[in-house]
């Protein structure tokens, strides 16, 4: 089906609007000038509460009525409706709306519900970083996200802006650096970085942002690294971990990467030498 042209340019006004890392953009270099007008009847119409026609524009039911009159209200009284749209909370969907990351996560939820092939509206480079632990069994270093509620291997996404992007390879290096909370220096010739492969993963919701991603992942091996101290978010996780998705104790792992990670490797992660001098 065709989507009407005040739609289409609802969504390129929607996504000319820059991240707030970028300097904002001029409200007359938007898209669409003065036509972005009927783009707030658009914008309606995609939550489904009115119907547009050559005759004008109503309410498709009483429900959808109040929902507008809902809004009308909520613009006349102080405040947002959701109060906070910071990185900080992640997605709660048991929150109500007041993250906006849980609202973010209804919607991509129900946008992949209802299309299985639906786009991603986030594109993120990771760097995942494989500290071994040599013993029997073999163990790999983990670490709690608070925001995505699950252990995962030390790492991060790569940094962005509109003319720059981060070698992968630093953000490896950074990443090893902040989540071990200080201890090793690569400049100072502490530990070391092998890259092991690079592969585009599967789409997920992310937990921390709700948003429908899709991820690259470059896996390295750190080694010559010192001993090092643990703290209470930390954890060592064995390949089983990893492959059931939980800890032995039922908390939850990322580990669904690991079939295509060894698969390129072409032998397991147990065969991987000490990440320790």
Known sequence: MRTPADRTLLADWLRAIPQSRHAPRPLEEMPGGQTIGQGLAAMLQVWGAVELSDAGIRAVSQPAYYFIHSLAAWAEAPG????????????????????????????????????????????????QILIVRPGNPVQFLGQWDMRAGYFQMIGGRQKVDLDWEEPIERTAIREVEEELHGQVSHDAGEFRLEKLANFAGDMHVSPSFGALTAYHFTFFRA?????????????WLTRDELADGQTHDGKPVRGDYLPRLESILGYPILELPSSFR
């Open 80 to 127: 947002q409706v959701i109060t906070d749209w910071s990185q900080v909370a992640g997605a709660e969907p048991g929150q109500g709306l007041r993250h906006g990351s849980s609202l973010v996560h209804l919607l991509e939820n129900e946008r992949l519900a209802r299309n299985p092939d639906a786009p991603a509206i986030r594109h993120t480079a990771v760097a």
């Open 223 to 235: 080694f010559d690294l010192p001993p090092i101290s643990l703290d209470d978010t930390d954890r």
